[in-house]
T-cell receptor, first 110, second 114 residues
Framework: RKEVEQDPGPFNVPEGATVAFNCTYS??????FFWYRQDCRKEPKLLMS???SGNEDGRFTAQLNRASQYISLLIRDSKLSDSATYLC???????????FGTGTSLTVIP | NAGVTQTPKFRILKIGQSMTLQCTQD?????MYWYRQDPGMGLKLIYY???????DKGEVPNGYNVSRSTTEDFPLRLELAAPSQTSVYFC?????????????FGSGTQLSVL
């Protein structure tokens, strides 16, 4: 079983749409959770950390459900510039190891 | 503030050649990592280091070697390049601090072995 699983998509949505990505993780010892954004042939960049209480950054909302070992990312009012691959990343503090999902591809269409 | 600097950006190798991918960070992070990313796949850990003088294998270490003589530098060595090592390589660093274990990435090296 993979440490982190994501729906690979692709998600093709019109501008202005709301889109949600989901992610599950298998290691109950996971401590920290993140969403990274990766543009084609570029390095992943931190989009936001995910906290138990849920957190919001502008049009982006992240939620964590520890009981279900489930993480989500909601993007509201999608922009063309949101087109990218979104990586779910989980940190296991023992050894400070990071585990990556394969990413979910998003294309926002004019 | 440079962050994580990785060189070269692109390289083509012939089968059997050797090369070193350079990685340096100026954030005083104790943890450093090397990942490879194949098309349509997630990042796979090659090697990591928890501090100067300490390295350990990740998920896919075969065909690679690393060293960590200083906190700043973490080079990755390919001794006998094989076509299976064609990939994009990312160096990353992190500071282990409760609630702040973010990963910072270099810009990547696209390597082709022909």
């Amino acid at each position: 079983r993979k440490e982190v699983e994501q729906d690979p998509g692709p998600f093709n949505v019109p501008e202005g749409a709301t889109v949600a990505f989901n992610c599950t993780y298998s290691n109950s010892a996971s401590q920290s959770f993140f969403w990274y954004r990766q543009d084609c042939r570029k390095e992943p960049k931190l989009l936001m950390s995910v906290y138990s209480s849920g957190n919001e950054d502008g049009r982006f909302t992240a939620q964590l459900n520890r009981a279900s070992q489930y993480i989500s990312l909601l993007i509201r009012d999608s922009k063309l510039s949101d087109s990218a691959t979104y990586l779910c990343v989980v940190n296991v503090r023992t050894g400070n190891q990071f585990y990556f999902g394969t990413g979910t591809s998003l294309t926002v269409i004019p | 503030n440079a962050g994580v600097t990785q060189t070269p950006k692109f390289r083509i190798l012939k089968i059997g050649q050797s090369m070193t991918l350079q990685c340096t960070q100026d954030m005083n992070h104790n943890y450093m990592y090397w990942y490879r990313q194949d098309p349509g796949m997630g990042l796979k850990l090659i090697y990591y280091s928890v501090g100067a003088g300490i390295t350990d294998k990740g998920e896919v270490p075969n065909g690679y070697n690393v060293s960590r003589s200083t906190t700043e530098d973490f080079p990755l060595r390919l001794e006998l390049a094989a076509p299976s090592q064609t990939s994009v390589y990312f160096c990353a660093s992190s500071y282990l601090r409760t609630g702040d274990e973010k990963l910072f990435f270099g810009s990547g090296t696209q390597l082709s072995v022909l």
